[in-house]
């Protein structure tokens, strides 16, 4: 058996491992085996009389806890199992606090440690009161935007005749005349004034990821940002095609609309407002939206493709933005950002964490050479698809010089890419005269 997420192995012991102990009491529990190597192989453990005594001591004295610690044998060599469950309290080694992610053990500093503490208190950084907040600081106007999309919604209890504050204490937003932090975030007049990097930067860039041709900043609250970052994007830094059907004008977006809300919407609510502003970056090709703050533990970017409960890392934010109707409470924001590009004939956006945060890709051509090796497609087959592009069609005897190879391996090729792939149609039976072309609806 293999290291895993709650199974480390230790060919001997040393008193560093605490921190692996109290990474596991702040994570889901685990197991240590002391006296195993790194494939699980039992090596044997020659002091396990001594250990025994010592290593119960060792774990109650320096984390405050007690495990369980169990004396093993195979094959005549002794080994350890020291089994740590999970504690709902944070726990810490001389004042360092640990946590077990993945097979990782980190040590939690800065603002990983602040969400920890919060965490573990039942809290989360948007629940928290801002004691430098007034009544004052709140827009008015931005909650009545709310409130009439919350009313066509139909989540939101009546608040007829209610005053701004009590409005605000019903959603959860102030207690005991004191503002949280998301109403800040949600309403706040001037939300960069109390979190600095509460504004997302919005920039035109050249392919070389390097050039930016132009810029834009939008700064203010969650409500406002929702519609002023879209019609900036729609005004200044997208285009739209235009196509005629009859004498009737048809305009469409390069991205569909709904995706680019989605995602501003998830990089906004579920953000880490601590750390660096959202950002978004158009390129010729593609638009991708960054957010600071990584996936929220308890879920796997192999979950987010699939049904999955939601998580928000700002579990207020997300609850006040469901009542308005902003989102769906079932972690669905990714279906639709996938379904949306689906419907407009784009490629399946690109989401992945990067540089401590989270990142969705939208890419406009689905021939480009970074689309097709996201795909899978092999190098051959990329510049069967380029060469189709440009030339229009390929034959089985022109892929074969294109790549230099074999006239089976080219069949093969050229038939997962009509059938596997579907990028491609096959004009003509199999022989003489037969060429591929690129599939018309799939452009």
């Given at each position: ?13 040393q008193?560093d491992?605490?921190?692996w102990?109290c990474?596991f009491?702040?994570?889901?529990g ?15 453990i020659?002091?396990s ?6 290593l119960?001591?060792?774990i109650?004295?320096?984390l405050g806890?007690?495990?369980?610690v169990?004396l093993?044998?195979e ?6 199992e020291?089994i740590?469950?999970?504690?709902t ?7 360092r ?6 097979n990782?053990?980190?040590?939690l500093?800065?603002?990983a440690l ?20 007034t ?9 009545k935007?709310?409130l ?13 005749g209610?005053?701004?504050p009590?409005i ?11 503002l949280?932090?998301a109403?800040?975030v949600?309403f706040?007049?001037?939300?960069c004034?109390f ?5 997302v930067?919005?920039g035109k ?5 390097f050039?930016?041709h132009f ?20 005004y ?5 095609n235009?196509?005629f059907?009859?004498l009737s ?5 390069e ?11 998830n ?8 750390g660096s ?6 390129y010729n ?12 533990d ?5 979950q ?11 579990s ?7 009542l308005?109707g902003?989102?769906?409470a ?9 379904d ?11 989401m ?5 945060g989270?990142?969705v ?25 380029l ?13 074969q010089?294109?790549?230099?190879v ?9 038939g ?11 004009i ?10 690129i599939r018309a609806n799939?452009?």
């Open positions: 058996m293999t290291e895993t997420q709650q199974i480390e192995y230790k060919s001997s012991w008193d491992y605490l921190k102990i990474g009491a702040n994570a889901h685990g197991r240590i085996y002391i006296g195993k190597d790194d494939s699980g192989k039992v090596v044997g020659d002091n009389k001594a250990l025994m005594e010592e119960p001591n060792k109650k004295n320096n806890i007690t495990s369980e169990n093993l044998n094959d005549g060599r002794d080994f350890i020291i740590v469950l999970p504690y309290m944070p726990i810490s080694l001389h004042g606090y640990y946590y077990r992610s993945g990782v053990k980190q040590e500093t800065g603002v602040t969400e920890f503490l919060l965490k573990s208190s039942g809290n989360t950084w948007d629940e928290v009161i801002e004691t430098r907040a009544i004052d600081d709140i827009d008015s106007e931005s909650i935007i709310y009439r999309k919350a009313n066509e919604a139909g989540r939101l209890p009546n608040v007829d209610l005053s701004m009590e605000l204490e019903k959603l959860r937003l102030m207690k005991n005349g004191q949280k932090r109403a800040i949600l706040g007049k001037d939300p004034s979190y600095p990097s509460s504004y930067k919005i860039f050249a392919d070389d990821d050039t930016i810029q834009e900043m939008e700064d203010s609250n969650l409500i406002l940002l929702l519609d002023s970052v879209i019609r900036q994007l729609d200044k830094f997208l285009i739209r235009i196509s059907v009859g004008r048809i305009e469409t977006h991205f569909p609309i709904i995706a680019l809300r989605e995602m501003l919407l990089a906004l609510i579920h953000r880490n407002y601590m502003h959202t950002q978004i970056r158009v090709n593609k638009l991708y939206v960054w957010n600071d703050g990584g996936l929220p308890g879920i796997t970017m192999s987010l493709h699939h049904s999955h409960a939601s998580h928000p890392r700002n207020l934010l997300a609850q006040v933005c469901f308005g902003f989102i769906d079932w972690g669905s924001g990714i279906k639709k950002i996938k949306s590009c689906k419907l407009a004939g784009l490629s399946a956006p690109e992945k964490e990067q540089e401590g989270f990142i890709t939208l890419y406009k051509d689905k021939y480009s050479k970074e689309q097709l090796v996201l795909l899978g497609l092999n190098e051959r087959q990329i510049k069967a698809v060469y189709v592009k440009e030339k229009g069609r390929i034959t089985n005897s022109e892929y010089e294109l790549n230099a074999s006239r089976r391996t080219a069949v093969r090729e050229l997962k890419l009509v059938s596997e792939y579907k990028y491609f149609n096959q003509g039976k199999t022989g003489a005269g037969t060429y591929y072309e799939e452009t």
